[in-house]
């Protein structure tokens, strides 16, 4: 049998590498091409935060959807992971 070519772990990996690239790179590079005294990189890193997070529960939901036998074997990491953005989104309601 041959190995998939997507894979939860995969996909948990490339979520969190374009995370990273959101949360440390992006907002250098806006810092360094804005002019003195704008808040550019905060107002990204505000606005980013919400969509990685979503990603983050979209992506709990998906793997437990789609792969069935990794889902049997770990699935504390997704009922973790879906509990901390669940948590998160329940603190932003007003």
Same mark, same amino acid.
Request: charged content about 10%; glycine content about 6%; hydrophobic content about 55%.
């Given at each position: 049998?041959?190995?998939?070519?997507?894979? %939860?772990?995969? !996909?948990?990996?490339?979520?969190?590498? +374009?995370? +990273?690239? *959101?949360? #440390?790179? &992006?907002? &250098? &590079? !806006?810092?360094?091409?804005? *002019?003195?005294?704008?808040?550019?990189? $905060?107002?990204?890193?505000?606005?980013? @935060?919400?969509?990685?997070?979503?990603?983050?529960?979209? !992506?709990?939901? $998906?793997? *437990? !959807? @789609?792969?069935?036998?990794?889902?049997?074997?770990?699935?504390?990491?997704? #009922? %973790?992971?879906?509990?901390? #953005? +669940?948590? $998160?989104? $329940?603190?932003?309601?007003?």
């Amino acid at each position: 049998m041959t190995k998939p070519y997507i894979t %939860a772990e995969k !996909l948990y990996v490339t979520w969190s590498i +374009v995370a +990273v690239i *959101s949360i #440390v790179f &992006i907002p &250098i &590079i !806006l810092a360094l091409t804005s *002019s003195g005294g704008e808040q550019k990189p $905060l107002i990204w890193l505000a606005y980013s @935060l919400p969509y990685i997070f979503g990603g983050y529960g979209l !992506l709990s939901i $998906l793997t *437990s !959807l @789609l792969f069935k036998q990794w889902f049997k074997k770990h699935w504390f990491i997704n #009922v %973790a992971i879906f509990a901390v #953005v +669940v948590f $998160l989104f $329940l603190l932003t309601i007003d």
